[in-house]
């Protein structure tokens, strides 16, 4: 089908699925982001990108802390399953202006090229590496993405197999909102974030293995998800969208901390969109700090008087008993000494038999609501310390037996009395009338036992729910009716003879649930409460809290045996619980419906606070009834008598309610917060001893409780009752106090059973004592008694005489009141508040009673004083009380002149202690008398008018004025004992201005609080800081919100807070909260100021940069910002301590409002001076755009602020212009500091990453430009206006060569010191702000070129900046591209016609330094490092080209990061040549003094200093990477220069000790010699610099090809490892061509010439800065020895190893062929080597493979005739033509084959001897065939190394001076030594001793003499050293050397070759500690017996030594040696006797 293009790229959404069938087809899921490039013909098909997120595996590979790549696929899908969006690109080829933001609401042109930058390079590489193998494309024109997406260069239909266009680059996107987000603007906040972290973060914290974090991070991202779609769906209260706002908003901000991103502030009160700049900058700081600070919202502080609510829903219970259960719900608190207090009522729920109870069963008496619990109760409050539980009780009826029928009619007394048997079948006529029981009507099935055909139920029918049953009265098998009252018959039947059985109910078991934890929750939760029951055995139950135990169940269910056990009956109870906080239960229910909704109430037994509606409620507890066998039973008019007949088994109580006369009052008692009342009310039976414990509430009419009696009764089941108690409600004209009361229980008999004797006799139990005397049992013996417990919860009794005598002050004596008012100051407060009104009626009323009675009036005023300062008691919430009496119940209008009087009394003497303390008291309580004085007075008016007097109104304002007038003058007054008054004054003062409206008139009102606040003027210390938050209290008020007193109040505000603020030298801790509270003032003021901005403007700045230049320190506490309270509250923060400081917070944010304000700033009117006051402000912002005031993270504020600051800026810029610029005239006025501030500070503006949206992830992206908008562009314009300014008009002439109108000028004041943020700003993707930098950039170019005519200065700048630039900021494409090289040219395009132009051609010198610079900057900053190598040699490059340009500080810093870089990598070697970089660049002079430098942090010091400390860190590295060459090299350096420059022997001595040590490590070493390998670069997949290039690697002595080989396909995952290079170099693809190379060996070097040199040594020497490798290519080792040949392929490297980089590139290779001398003196070498790894291997597994291995080698070695036998090569030796003839001279390379021919014969001997003493049979056959051989083979070389010698001794031996010469050893020693080396030396050859004895120092003197060269000057220098003393100090450092015979020091390391028997062949070794072990000899070899090694030393030559020597000693030397040989002299002169230390 034909294709055509579209004439726009369309962006489009998936909204239908596509599955693909044909190849070409693009799949879609719903939400793909498309971008289509063409469409067929009819349109139904459509071509473009898929944008799919990106996959996590991306992160692999993406550079830290950047988004991962989004993927992008091509293909066609059908137009019907996509909905195009819009339509992209504006169709101009001028993209100049073209705008790349799609803006919120409308895509402004903001002249920016941003959208190409963020997103655009990585989806443009992630498409290219997807769809085109990795080629980047030319883009048309050379230009880069300049729009929002790459354009179709031409529209018209593509022509077949054309190439398709390149895919789009998405747009960089800011207005992405979805519809909803006008309502919800968290659903796409949302979804941006989402993104965010999926494609930033997620693959972070999976590949560093953050697990935790990442838990953390998804769990949120499921939160946030649901969150989202409760948004969307809209199916949530208004209340509970609140909620979910808030937080949701706080989980965003956890997020973004958790992934470590800024927080952005969302406020949940404007439905959670992002806070801008046109909101308020308070609220944005408010909410920033607390969201950057804490993890969760600040709550207000609680008040106590708060209430708490629980609803308790039971949701299933479980048991396995077939009876009928009740549950008794109810909470207790238990204080820290472990008292019980019960709180609540209780709630019984009924189970039905069956004992099962779910969720289908739903039943609103299941659920019940415990209300009006204290913070105290649940142990919330400051001190709280209770806990509090729920107790669950489980009842259930037990059987009892009986063994005899019960009458139906009682036993006693008529039918008609209460006291009948609870089983009678017959209903007690006076019982509870109709009322049904509110049994439960939800249990099921079992509902139909209970109904009895309609008819009413028996009297305990009346029992509710929570009573405990005694009776079996229904029927609980449902269809068999009820038999005989209370008992129940196996069937039924009409006579009661047999043996009956009946049900009482007991408790069972019990529950426990803390219930503190769960009242601190917000959410639901669910518990399951086990229920323990009293064990009678011993139980092994353990007692676990994980098993629901609690030590409660101890304290509330007894059990004999003391044991516990899980309730069998009640299995499981499970609960849901959900805890509620409001001040009334009545509106939290209406409030929340759904939960809440036909809930029961059960009220808490007391009041939680101030009563507000009127209760009456009587508790009683039955606790229990001693009735122990020894307890004596009352009786009426005789003595008391023993109980008898009574088991105690099942001991019930009945109770009733009578008045006097023994009625009873009628269905007032309530067992439970659900039941009906009930007349009767009866106990569960309990055994004796056993305790009730049941609470029951008593509702009483007022007139009955001082007439009532509560009657008890009780019953041993299944008998009648046999005992009675009663106890009176009334007691002693009060209501019975609260607490235990012991009841008489009397004998229940004629004579008691009613209340009043009958007409004819005595009796009545009233006439009896109703408690117990605490001396009865002195008399009688212990009483019976019922112990019971009361509680009234009243608004109606009170049980305090005082308060009675108060309220019936009319009825008692008058001249009691006087002390009744005294002593109202001792009455509980809570006896008071219940009678509020009560008790205020009555001081009222006295006080009027007695008006002008100063006595009475002042204590009426002081009881008045005590009550209202209740108030203030935290416990009532009395407030609204008073206020609620004050304006609906005072009516005493003649109460005002007394309040006023005695008020006025107290304001004249505020100093007298007693009345201080009154004053006190009172100032708290002004507020409420004020408002009865107000009502009083209005009052008064009222009547006054009735009698028609008008007058009396000034009088009493005049009154009124006196009180202030009089407090004016206390606050004046500076007496100490006043403080604590002033300080109460001012907290309350704001709060009695409104009670003063119905008085004054406002404006009287407001001159009250003027003038309170003048009188204030002095105050000093804390309450300084409580009038500011007066000031900020007057501004709150209502009173003053119009808006004359508002400007009134903004007026005198300036003049009030003047002195507690501005520019101090002393910051103290009171200041900065003084300056906090003057930042809340404003403000409380900010909306409406005007005139007052430029005075407070002085005060913000100086303020600010006076706390600014004192020390901050990090805190671990935040005070929340902008208090109005004092103290400031304060949170602590959590994780690390953070630094900042609420003052400047909070400065900068009123700066910022003031600044923004409507008004503008006013600076002109300011009273300072205007310079110093623009300077001050420019360095405040400065300080702000650092981020100085608060932490650069807290993005909103921080953004906000730079809107903020640009504002202001271009208010600043106005003035400057208007009045800083002069005339050029008068140039020498022009301020150039403070333009140079104003110029700094905004490029800081513009230039802040904070703006560089394009850099930015998607979330924050979005929020910067919801903030901020576009300031860059603002500030573009800004700097054009201002930089034009201050230039001068050009003439025509410069007019046309630069095109400019202004230039030079007082421009030319900021070259160079702008340059560099000029220069930065040339970096930017902003394309407007760009362009200007570069215009101003070429001004300065001008300016600097008509002054000197020389650029350099600018190009210093310019490096200077570009190197600071790239340190911190991202790499954009502006950079990469280096845009502003090719604008700045275009800039000078008319001078490049004028040929041969001067500045053309120094600047194009200069733009192509900094291009070059910044391609370098760019390379070692990009993240896209293809390779570790090419990092380093970029950096290399960088370095190159700093040191060039001279820039040595900069250089200094980029080798030290190297090092670092190196030093992480582990490359220690490398990291100490980077190094060495720095350490040139200085001379080891003592003298030069270098500067400071910053990074690295180095101290001024000499050059030596410096360049020493630096070789300290190098040799450490050299030393860490075992680079002994370079340790040792740089080693000697220092050991030259504190030898012959400075003279620092201590150093000296510690560094020869250190190069010993090294030698000594040499010497012991193994490997020591790196393994190299060539790498070969070959393939288009390479870059150029890599393409087809050789490289020499240096790896570990320890690698392997293998481990080598997978380190490079690691470093080139998508590389081919080859081992031959037949790859064509053009091939597609990378392939490496890898092989293994070794350091090409020098034949010539002087090793060779010794032998016995250790292999480790050997190879050390001749590799120690390798630059030459070796592979061998062709070798002929056949036929005659003189024709064999090698052939090698030699490569030398651009420099010797080690280098930086660990590699060097190979730039020389060329053949070797190898003379027969050389082919032979490799192969004895190698063969050597390898047979002796064999015998190492042999002595460390004695495998019979390796020994046949060995045993065949040494006999080919030893076979004379075989061809492979390297003695061969010895033909290769002159010989000499006769015996008479001396042995011929040897040339280099024959030596060195007779050496290594004699080491290859040692090895053979030491192999020969350890077979022989070997017990392997293959060795052991070995060496008998091979031995034989070897002595004929090797003959001349064992003649060499162990020659026959002649007998002698050493005495004989005449002593010549050679033999001292070449053993001084020997001559040093002690006679002992001397004897022992003798010993030693059997032969006569000159050996060490093999332990050498200590030595004195003068001998150690001696020694040092053998330095000298010349025999006489070292006979001299013997002779002295002999002679000489010692000093201490050097007896002090030689004394090393001169302790035990081990030392290591004890050898000399001065002796030279030819002054030493026995030194080394190798030149830089070191000799061994004691002369024993030989270096080259290996461990395993040193059992080998010792020979004499002299005849090699005199056989070995020295060819480097000259002959310079004295004939005779040589000759004497070489005359000896000779003589060991049996040889004569064949030349008169002799050589040098090489010294090798061979064992």
């Not at 204030?1016 to 210390?1021: M, N, Q, R, S, Y």
């Not at 070798?1675 to 030699?1690: F, I, L, M």
């Amino acid at each position: 089908m034909p294709w055509q293009p579209l004439p726009r790229i369309a962006f489009a959404v998936a909204t239908y699925p596509f599955e693909t069938k044909n190849e070409n087809e693009l799949p879609l899921e719903i939400g793909d982001d498309l971008y289509i490039i063409e469409e067929t013909a009819d349109g139904q098909w459509l071509r473009g990108y898929l944008l799919a997120p990106p996959s996590l595996l991306a992160g692999l590979t993406s550079v830290r802390g950047q988004p991962l790549e989004a993927r992008v696929f091509s293909g066609i899908f059908p137009r019907t399953c996509v909905e195009i969006r819009e339509v992209l690109g504006d169709g101009d080829d001028n993209s100049d202006n073209s705008s790349n933001y799609q803006g919120d609401d409308d895509a402004q042109h903001i002249g920016s090229d941003s959208g190409k930058s963020g997103v655009a390079p990585s989806m443009r590489k992630s498409y290219l590496r997807e769809i085109e193998s990795g080629h980047r494309p030319h883009r048309p024109n050379g230009t880069m993405l300049t729009g929002a997406i790459a354009r179709v260069p031409e529209l018209r239909i593509r022509e077949p197999g054309a190439p398709k266009p390149a895919a789009p680059v998405p747009m960089l996107r800011l207005g992405d909102e979805t519809p909803t987000s006008t309502m919800e603007p968290l659903v796409d906040e949302i979804a941006s974030c989402l993104r965010e972290w999926h494609s930033t973060n997620f693959h972070e914290l999976l590949l560093t293995r953050q697990y935790t974090k990442l838990d953390k991070v998804s769990q949120l991202i499921q939160t946030l998800d649901l969150s989202r779609r409760q948004f969307l769906h809209n199916l949530l209260t208004t209340r509970e969208y609140n909620a979910l706002r808030e937080k949701t908003v706080w989980d965003l901000v956890r997020g973004n901390k958790l992934c470590g991103g800024e927080v952005i502030v969302r406020d949940p009160n404007e439905r959670g969109r992002v806070l801008t700049g046109d909101d308020s900058v308070v609220e944005i700081t408010k909410l920033q700090s607390v969201m950057s600070l804490l993890d969760e919202p600040p709550q207000p502080h609680v008040e106590l008087s708060a209430l708490h609510h629980l609803m308790v829903d039971i949701r299933s219970f479980a048991g396995s008993s077939n009876e009928p259960t009740t549950l008794v719900l109810y909470l207790v608190s238990k204080s820290v000494g472990g008292t019980l207090t019960t709180l609540s009522e209780s709630y019984i729920i009924e189970v039905p038999s069956g004992g099962t109870m779910g969720y289908l069963t739903r039943n609103p008496q299941m659920r019940t609501l415990f209300t009006d619990l204290t913070s105290a109760d649940i142990g919330d409050g400051p001190s709280a310390d209770s806990e509090l539980y729920l107790i669950v009780k489980v009842r259930s009826p037990q059987q009892i037996v009986m063994g005899k029928p019960v009458s139906r009619s009682g036993s006693f007394g008529q039918p008609s009395t209460p006291f009948t048997t609870p089983f009678s079948k017959e209903k007690p006529p006076s019982s509870s009338g109709n009322k049904p029981s509110r049994r439960s009507l939800m249990w099921g099935t079992t509902r139909s036992a209970f109904s009895r055909g309609g008819t009413k139920l028996d009297a305990l029918s009346e029992q509710p729910e929570d009573r405990p049953r005694t009776d079996g009265l229904e029927s609980r098998d449902g269809a068999i009716p009820p038999s005989t009252a209370g008992s129940r018959a196996p069937r039924p039947s009409v006579d009661g003879f047999q043996p009956t059985q009946m049900l009482a109910e007991r408790m069972v078991g019990m529950g426990v649930l803390s219930l503190n934890s769960i009242m601190k929750q917000d959410e639901e939760t669910e518990h399951v409460v086990t229920v323990w029951s009293p064990s009678a055995r011993f139980t092994t139950e353990k007692y676990d809290s994980t098993e629901g135990w609690d030590g409660l169940v101890r304290d509330l269910l007894e059990s004999k045996s003391g044991h516990y056990e899980k309730s069998r009956r009640a299995e499981r109870l499970q609960i849901h619980l959900k805890a509620f906080n409001s001040p009334d239960a009545d509106g939290l229910i209406k409030a929340t419906p759904t939960l809440l909704s036909g809930i029961s109430k059960t009220n808490k037994m007391g009041f939680s606070g101030a009563p507000t509606k009127p209760r009456s409620d009587i508790y009683v507890t039955l606790t229990e009834a001693l009735l122990s066998r020894q307890n004596l039973l009352s009786r009426f008019g005789a003595s008391a008598t023993s109980i008898s007949n009574v088991h105690g088994g099942n001991l019930m109580v009945s109770l009733e309610v009578r008045r006097q006369s023994g009625e009873r009052i009628e269905e007032c008692i309530y067992p439970s917060s659900n039941s009906e009342a009930l007349t009767t009310w009866r106990s569960f039976a309990v055994e004796r001893g056993e305790h009730w414990d049941q609470t029951l509430r008593l509702s009483l009419l007022p007139a009955d409780v001082s007439m009532a009696h509560v009657v008890f009764t009780v019953s041993d089941l299944p008998g009648t009752p046999f005992a009675i108690a009663y106890m009176p409600l009334w007691d002693q004209q009060a209501f019975l106090g609260d607490g235990l009361h012991s009841l008489l229980l009397y004998k229940l008999d004629e004579y008691t059973q009613s209340a009043q004797p009958p007409h004819t006799g005595r009796g009545g139990y009233l006439s009896l004592p109703w408690s117990a005397r605490s001396d009865s049992s002195e008399v009688t013996g212990p009483l019976a008694t019922l112990r019971i417990e009361t509680y009234l919860c009243s608004t109606r009794f009170s049980q305090d005489r005082i308060i009675l005598g108060l309220l019936k002050w009319k009825e008692g004596p008058r001249d009691e009141i006087p002390s009744l008012l005294k002593q109202l100051i001792f009455v509980p407060e809570i006896e008071v508040v219940k009678l509020l009104s009560d008790v205020l009626d009555a001081l009222f009323g006295i006080l009027v009673e007695y008006q002008g009675n100063d006595e009475y009036e002042d204590l009426v005023f002081t009881a008045l004083v005590r009550v209202l300062g209740i108030v203030h008691d935290r416990r009532f919430n009395l407030g609204p009380l008073v206020d609620h009496y004050a304006e609906s119940k005072f009516n005493y209008p003649f109460a005002t002149p007394c309040l006023v009087r005695s008020f006025t009394r107290l304001l004249t003497k505020p100093t007298e202690s007693e009345t201080a303390r009154k004053l006190r008291a009172t100032l708290k309580v002004v507020r409420h008398i004020l408002k009865f004085i107000t009502h009083a007075r209005g009052q008064q008016k009222v009547k006054e008018a009735g009698i028609g007097i008008t007058g009396s109104t000034a009088g009493f304002t005049r009154h009124l004025q006196s009180i202030f007038k009089a407090l004016d003058s206390m606050m004046r007054s500076t007496a100490p004992v006043l403080v604590g008054s002033q300080t109460l004054a001012v907290q309350h003062f704001h709060t009695w201005l409104p009670e003063l409206t119905g008085l004054l008139t406002t404006e009287e009102i407001l001159h009250i609080a003027i003038d309170f606040m003048d009188s204030c003027a002095l105050v000093k210390g804390k309450l300084v800081l409580y009038k500011l938050v007066l000031i900020i209290n007057y501004s709150k008020l209502d009173l003053f919100s119009g808006p004359e007193q508002r400007a009134a109040l903004s007026a005198n505000t300036v003049r009030w807070i003047a002195p507690h603020w501005g520019r101090t030298e002393d910051v103290t801790e009171q200041w900065k909260e003084q300056v906090r509270l003057c930042c809340s003032v404003l403000a409380s003021q900010v909306d409406r100021l005007n005139s007052e901005i430029p005075d407070y403007i002085p005060k913000i700045v100086g303020s600010y940069l006076s706390i600014q230049a004192t020390e901050l320190k990090p805190k671990n506490r935040f005070s929340l910002l902008f208090p109005t309270t004092y103290p400031f509250p304060s949170k602590p923060i959590l994780g690390e301590a953070v630094q900042f400081d609420e003052a400047l917070i909070e400065l900068s944010a009123i700066l910022s409002a003031l600044s923004n304000s409507p008004n503008g700033m006013q600076l002109e009117l300011a009273a300072d001076d205007l310079t110093n006051l623009l300077k001050n402000t420019l360095d405040v912002y400065m300080s702000i755009l650092q981020g100085e005031a608060f932490p650069s993270s807290w993005l909103s504020v921080y953004i906000y602020h730079h809107k903020s600051t640009m504002r202001t800026l271009q208010y600043l810029a106005s003035i400057l212009l208007e009045s800083f610029l002069p005339h050029p005239d008068e140039a020498e006025d022009f301020d150039t500091e403070l333009w140079r501030m104003f110029f700094s500070t905004l490029l800081k503006l513009v230039g802040s990453g904070h703006l560089a949206l394009e850099t930015f992830s998607e979330q924050k992206r979005r929020a910067v430009w919801k903030i901020a908008g576009d300031v860059r562009e603002h500030g573009a314009e800004l700097l054009r206006r201002t930089w034009e300014a201050i230039g001068w008009e050009t003439s025509p002439d410069e007019r046309t060569r630069y095109g400019l109108t202004k230039m030079g000028g007082y421009q030319v004041q900021y070259v160079p010191t702008l340059v560099g943020p000029i220069v930065e700003l040339c970096l930017s993707v902003h394309e407007g702000l760009r362009r200007m930098a570069v215009e101003v950039l070429q001004t300065m170019i001008v300016s600097e070129w008509t002054l000197s005519e020389d650029l350099s200065v600018i190009q210093t700048e310019m490096i200077d900046c570009l190197d600071g630039f790239f340190k911190d900021k991202t790499m954009t494409e502006s950079i990469l591209q280096k845009l502003f090289i090719s604008e700045l040219l275009e800039r000078f395009e008319p001078l490049s016609q004028i040929a041969g132009d001067p500045l053309y051609s120094a600047l194009r010198g200069l733009i192509e330094t900094i291009a070059e610079f910044l391609d370098l900057l760019v390379a070692v900053h990009s993240g896209d490092i293809t390779s570790e190598a090419s990092h380093l040699i970029n950096r290399l490059q960088l370095m190159e080209f700093l040191r060039d340009m001279q820039k040595e500080e900069i250089f200094i810093r980029y080798v030290h990061q190297l090092a670092a870089l190196q030093y992480d990598a582990r490359n220690h070697t490398e990291a100490g040549l980077a190094l060495r970089l720095h350490a040139e660049l200085y001379d080891w002079d003592p003298t030069k003094i270098t500067p400071a430098l910053l990074d690295p942090d180095l101290p001024e010091q000499s050059q030596f200093e410096r360049k020493e400390r630096i070789y300290f860190d190098m040799i450490k590295h050299f030393e860490d990477g075992e680079a002994w060459s370079s340790a040792l090299a740089a080693y000697k350096e220092l050991q030259v220069q504190y030898e012959n420059n400075i003279f620092d022997f201590s150093k000296l001595a510690r560094t020869e000790r250190a190069i010993a040590t090294i030698y000594e490590k040499l010497a012991k070493g193994d490997k020591l010699v790196p393994k190299y390998f060539k790498v070969i670069y070959k393939g288009l997949g390479f870059p150029i610099n890599l393409r087809d290039k050789s490289f020499v690697y240096e790896g570990s002595p320890t690698d392997r090809t293998s481990a080598f080989t997978d380190r490079m396909q690691e470093q080139y995952p998508a590389a081919q490892i080859l081992t031959s290079s037949d790859v064509d170099s053009e091939v597609e693809g990378q392939y490496l061509v890898i092989s293994s190379l070794t350091p090409h060996r020098d034949h010539n070097h002087q090793v060779f010439q010794r032998a016995r040199v250790g292999q480790p040594i050997r190879d050390y020497l001749l590799s120690a800065h390798a630059q030459m490798f070796s592979v061998s290519s062709k070798r002929s080792t056949n036929g005659p020895v003189d024709t064999h040949y090698a052939e090698k392929t030699v490569y030398t490297t651009a420099e010797p190893f080690p280098t930086i980089l660990r590699r060097s590139e190979i730039v020389d290779i060329h053949t070797e062929r190898l003379s027969a001398k050389e082919t032979a003196l490799e192969r004895i070498v190698r063969k050597t080597q390898e047979m002796t790894a064999v015998e190492k291997r042999l002595a460390e597994d004695d495998d019979e493979e390796i020994a046949q291995l060995m045993a065949d080698a040494i006999s080919i070695s030893v076979n004379p005739v075989s061809e492979s036998s390297v003695a061969c090569y010895r033909q290769l030796l002159p010989v000499p033509q006769s015996d008479e003839e001396e042995e011929p001279e040897l040339d280099q390379q024959e030596n060195a084959i007779k050496m290594a021919l004699v080491d290859h014969a040692i090895m053979i001997k030491r192999c020969l001897t350890s077979f022989a003493r070997s017990s392997n049979p293959i060795l052991l056959k070995g060496y008998e065939d091979s031995y034989r051989n070897f002595l004929t083979t090797f003959a001349p070389e064992i003649a060499i190394f162990a020659p026959t010698q002649p007998s002698r001794d050493i005495a004989s031996t005449a002593p010549s001076p050679s033999w001292q010469r070449s053993s001084p050893v020997i001559e040093n020693l002690s006679p002992d030594a001397k004897i022992s080396a003798s010993i030693a030396n059997p032969n006569g050859a000159v050996e060490e001793a093999s332990a050498v004895h200590p030595i004195s120092m003068k001998q150690r003197g001696t020694r040092l003499s053998f330095l000298g060269g010349k025999r006489k000057e070292s006979q001299q220098s013997n002779g002295e050293a002999s002679s000489l003393k010692q000093s201490k100090g050097d007896s002090d450092s030689n004394s090393q050397a001169s302790k035990g015979k081990d030392n290591p020091n004890r050898r000399s390391i001065f002796r030279t070759q030819s002054h030493d028997t026995n030194n080394s062949a190798n030149p830089y070794a070191q000799p061994y500690p004691n002369g024993i072990v030989d270096p080259a000899t290996p461990d395993w070899a040193l059992e080998r017996p010792r020979k004499s090694r002299e005849v090699v030393d005199v056989l070995e030559r020295d060819f480097d030594r000259p002959n310079d020597g004295g004939t005779g000693f040589h000759s004497v030397r070489k005359r000896l040696s000779l003589l060991k040989l049996g040889k004569k002299p064949s030349k008169p002169n002799g050589f040098f006797m090489g010294g090798v230390n061979e064992e």
